[in-house]
């Protein structure tokens, strides 16, 4: 069995997303994810959507939010295929090497300006 996770912060878009909850005011970008979902199903993919609450100090999630939003601009993303029980401590990894390397920018070119 392949596996897709969708991670994120917008509750709604998630509920949307998996209720098929598509009105006048659903969004061209909600219609093309959903056509993903009904690709992937029909690639035998699980899918899973998981919320995580925007700004409420989970460790990394500001590190999260960038990446999203790096992610959006992508034009050839990376698809990464694998059970998310087993992509987690990389994915764990590389946001924590980046904090690492954000936190050391700070520090060095802190009272910088």
């Not at 029909?42 to 100090?57: A, G, I, M």
């Not at 939003?69 to 990464?80: F, H, K, W």
Request: with cysteine.
């Amino acid at each position: 069995m392949k596996y897709a996770l969708i991670i994120s912060d917008v509750r709604n878009a998630l509920e949307i997303l998996k209720n098929n909850l598509v009105n006048g005011n659903t969004t061209i970008l909600t219609i093309e994810v959903k056509n993903e979902f009904v690709e992937a199903k029909n690639l035998r993919y699980k899918t899973e959507c998981l919320w995580v609450p925007s700004h409420s100090y989970i460790t990394n999630n500001e590190i999260a939010d960038k990446l999203a939003a790096e992610g959006r601009q992508m034009l050839n993303p990376t698809i990464v295929r694998g059970n998310p029980k087993e992509l987690w401590p990389a994915f764990y990894h590389e946001i924590r090497n980046r904090w690492k390397m954000e936190f050391k920018n700070v520090e060095l070119n802190k009272g910088v300006e």
